[in-house]
């Protein structure tokens, strides 16, 4: 009898969503219109569902006021605030598609994200810690020192306006070049556009259309530019909420950037599209200010990449705060520990915290643990693909499903899968195959249940002497140490084995450990061919803004230095030996 493939269909009882996302939120509005629906503890603004639309609304009504239509596309570059929020939702009610940038990328980086998409509006903060953007647009658009509102540029020919404000004075933004359009502006132009108009292009969109675009992650060269739907991404906030068990009572404490898939469809999406509470911390992740968020709004769930969780749990305060109103949340952006798993559902009373699995080329979720998993597939698994996705392991030279148990790629098709890349079509070819299977570029394997565990990037496998080595299962190991904080592993160029392993690990503040001592400790769990040749004691990681770890760039430092180390030994006498 042959060997069962790892391949799960997943229907499901309860159909997908047909509806915009405008039309799934006016429901949610209806229904419960004094619900508090946004709690910005930094700007110190908290708003209804009632208010939340009347506000999304008057935003809608300045960005029709202002030129942009259906189809167009519109910039946001800004940490998190409401104003952010008022963009996703009012460019949702018009058709306009949101463009999320993140807010640190650098001039380069920003006008890359600009031109790719075709940006013809972008709305941003005036600066925040040591970046300031309006001399990041100057150095890109010198003329709007001296340019009026409408912008002429070679380079960036499809951008036409720039619209700044400030989040703590939102009315009252005070420009410093003629070039750039006040806050103020927009909520004059509303007055310029009846609700009849605006409900009439409301009701002129379709589901399947373009709303959103989203840059991959970008750990290796210039990010992508993703495009996806009002399908894609409400159908997957609305079942991600329901495997959740999230209601209209629950509260979501947001520490994640609103620019990035985990914050602006899995925690604010996921919040409106069932009526539940969005509670933002602080514009950018602090620790404190999440515990203390936590605290004081009873917050039920909790979003987070690993590192942010580890910060949470270690910060010196940690005890000082009242954790116990916390029930479910996500972990994903990056490898979970089975460790840490244990310490959030105890220390932080979180015993249903979910493991996510996904990427943003799938909307963005796949897979997600449930609250009813068992502890180990809980802490060890990303769990089943959600209702209406498909996944497969795939060979890694056919493309053909592999046996349950086996190591391949994980490979997704159905409602969640993204239109393209933004005119990109070799791109989007290179990552869709003829089929329809979504690749997406990990190694993992699947289990006669449908349980997946990824094991490491396709890009990250370590090929040692002949022998696969997965990186997230020596990074497990070694997490289990009670003494190791983080820890990151990759492979090095070797001129006798092909590949070497090594590991970088951080310590928890206080503990000492030796390089031979943790090797010592990996040689008594490990097999011999998968113990870091390397180590290397580290008191940071290289990281993206999202708390993904940028292996690329160890490799990099690693790699330089052992060339250096090696130069240097070529040149000493032997005396100096």
């Known amino acids: 009898m042959p060997a069962a493939k790892s391949y799960l269909h997943r229907g499901g009882e309860t159909p997908l969503l047909g509806a915009t996302i405008a039309e799934h939120f006016a429901a949610i509005v209806e229904k419960f219109p004094e619900r508090e629906a946004v709690v910005c503890l930094h700007q110190n603004r908290r708003?209804?569902?009632?208010?939340?639309?009347?506000?999304?609304?008057?935003?809608?009504?300045?960005?029709?006021?202002?030129?942009?239509?259906?189809?167009?596309?519109?910039?946001?570059?800004?940490?998190?605030?409401?104003?952010?929020?008022?963009?996703?939702?009012?460019?949702?009610?018009?058709?306009?598609?949101?463009?999320?940038?993140?807010?640190?990328?650098?001039?380069?980086?920003?006008?890359?994200?600009?031109?790719?998409?075709?940006?013809?509006?972008?709305?941003?903060?005036?600066?925040?810690?040591?970046?300031?953007?309006?001399?990041?647009?100057?150095?890109?658009?010198?003329?709007?020192?001296?340019?009026?509102?409408?912008?002429?540029?070679?380079?960036?020919?499809?951008?036409?306006?720039?619209?700044?404000?400030?989040?703590?004075?939102?009315?009252?933004?005070?420009?410093?070049?003629?070039?750039?359009?006040?806050?103020?502006?927009?909520?004059?132009?509303?007055?310029?556009?009846?609700?009849?108009?605006?409900?009439?292009?409301?009701?002129?969109?379709?589901?399947?259309?373009?709303?959103?675009?989203?840059?991959?992650?970008?750990?290796?060269?210039?990010?992508?530019?993703?495009?996806?739907?009002?399908?894609?991404?409400?159908?997957?906030?609305?079942?991600?909420?329901?495997?959740?068990?999230?209601?209209?009572?629950?509260?979501?404490?947001?520490?994640?950037?609103?620019?990035?898939?985990?914050?602006?469809?899995?925690?604010?999406?996921?919040?409106?599209?069932?009526?539940?509470?969005?509670?933002?911390?602080?514009?950018?992740?602090?620790?404190?200010?999440?515990?203390?968020a936590v605290a004081t709004e009873r917050c039920t769930a909790l979003h987070g990449v690993p590192t942010m969780f580890i910060a949470e749990l270690d910060h010196p305060q940690f005890e000082e705060f009242e954790m116990s109103s916390l029930r479910t949340g996500i972990m994903a952006g990056a490898p979970c520990p089975p460790e840490l798993m244990r310490r959030v559902m105890t220390d932080m009373h979180c015993r249903e915290i979910l493991i996510g699995y996904g990427q943003t080329e799938a909307s963005p979720i796949t897979h997600l643990t449930v609250a009813d998993d068992s502890l180990e597939r809980r802490t060890e698994t990303v769990g089943r693909n959600l209702p209406h996705q498909e996944v497969k392991i795939a060979d890694l030279k056919t493309g053909a499903a592999i046996a349950i148990g086996e190591i391949g790629e994980p490979c997704f098709r159905g409602y969640h899968v993204m239109l393209g890349y933004y005119n990109d079509e070799d791109a989007t070819r290179g990552t869709i195959d003829e089929a329809g299977w979504l690749h997406s570029g990990d190694l993992g394997s699947m289990d006669a249940d449908g349980y997946v565990r990824i094991t490491g990037r396709l890009k990250e496998m370590i090929i040692r002497g002949g022998e696969n080595v997965y990186p997230a299962e020596i990074e497990a190991f070694l997490f289990a140490n009670s003494k190791v904080a983080q820890a990151a592993v990759f492979g090095v160029a070797d001129e006798r084995m092909g590949e070497e392993i090594m590991a970088w690990i951080q310590l928890h503040e206080g503990e000492t450990m030796t390089e031979e001592e943790l090797r010592d400790y990996c040689r008594d769990g490990l097999a011999h061919f998968k113990v870091p040749r390397y180590i290397r004691l580290v008191d940071s990681f290289p990281m993206t803004v999202t708390g993904k770890l940028q292996k690329f760039r160890m490799r990099e430092s690693a790699e330089e230095q052992m060339k250096q180390e090696k130069a240097d030994a070529h040149g000493r006498t032997p005396t100096m030996r």
């Open 47 to 292: 708003l209804t569902y009632r208010e939340l639309s009347h506000e999304v609304d008057r935003v809608a009504l300045g960005l029709l006021g202002l030129g942009f239509v259906k189809g167009d596309r519109i910039g946001v570059w800004s940490t998190d605030n409401v104003e952010w929020l008022l963009l996703q939702m009012a460019t949702a009610r018009i058709g306009v598609i949101l463009v999320n940038i993140n807010p640190a990328n650098r001039p380069r980086e920003l006008a890359h994200a600009l031109q790719r998409a075709e940006v013809q509006g972008l709305f941003t903060i005036p600066s925040f810690r040591h970046s300031d953007y309006v001399a990041s647009l100057v150095e890109l658009l010198p003329e709007l020192k001296s340019a009026g509102t409408a912008l002429t540029n070679d380079a960036f020919p499809h951008l036409r306006r720039i619209v700044l404000y400030d989040p703590v004075a939102p009315e009252s933004t005070q420009v410093r070049y003629p070039g750039l359009t006040p806050w103020q502006a927009l909520t004059e132009a509303a007055g310029r556009c009846s609700m009849a108009a605006l409900d009439a292009t409301t009701a002129s969109l379709d589901a399947d259309e373009p709303i959103n675009i989203q840059y991959t992650s970008g750990t290796t060269g210039f990010p992508k530019a993703v495009v996806l739907t009002h399908h894609n991404i409400l159908n997957n906030a609305w079942f991600t909420a329901r495997a959740m068990g999230f209601t209209e009572q629950d509260r979501l404490c947001v520490p994640v950037p609103f620019y990035h898939c985990f914050g602006m469809v899995l925690s604010n999406l996921l919040c409106f599209s069932v009526g539940a509470c969005l509670v933002v911390p602080a514009e950018h992740f602090d620790p404190l200010a999440v515990l203390k």
